[in-house]
DNA sequence: GTGCTGACTGCAG
DNA sequence: ACTGCAGCCAGCA
């Protein structure tokens, strides 16, 4: 069996997905965050790349990764460009001006509030 | 098979 | 303070 019986193409990907969606309402983290917690904090434009194959995926809220600024820089990539703004502000975040109220109030870091790191 | 692009980040000038 | 460059890896022409 040279092949692998399980087509899992990137663990990366998936790991991606998985905290993501381990997001709370109201909360949002940044694409270097991530990457960090998966032990790739150089690979952070991966996140990013990740969350745009993340469309496919339902239970991925991608509106709740921002960039370290708190900006919304993959808003463009939603439906709409106001789509990631909407779904924010119905978890609660406010984002004025493509950026997020009080980011490091609801910053959410998955190397804290997993016990990672 | 080769090369460029990209929802980022950190460091240097 | 702002600007520019390099690194990381997957997908596509």
Redesign the pocket.
């Known amino acids: 069996m040279q092949k692998t019986p399980i087509t899992k193409?990137?663990t990366?990907?998936n790991d991606v997905y998985e905290v993501v969606k381990l997001i709370p309402k109201g909360r949002v983290t940044?694409?270097?965050?991530i990457?960090k917690y998966l032990g790739?904090?150089?690979?952070?434009?991966?996140?990013?790349?990740a969350?745009?194959?993340?469309?496919a995926l339902p239970d991925v809220p991608?509106?709740r990764?921002v960039?370290?600024?708190g900006i919304l820089?993959?808003?463009?990539?939603?439906e709409t460009p106001t789509r990631?703004q909407e779904l924010l502000a119905q978890d609660g975040v406010a984002v004025i001006n493509d950026e997020v109220v009080k980011f490091k109030e609801v910053f959410w870091d998955p190397c804290i509030e997993l016990h990672i790191g």
Do not use: D, E, L, W
């Not at 940044?30 to 965050?33: F, L, N, R």
């Not at 820089?73 to 939603?78: A, E, M, V």
């Open positions: 193409h990137s990366f990907f940044s694409y270097g965050a990457a790739t904090a150089k690979s952070s434009r991966m996140v990013g790349y969350m745009n194959a993340a469309h991608a509106q990764v960039n370290r600024n820089t993959g808003k463009f990539h939603f990631m």
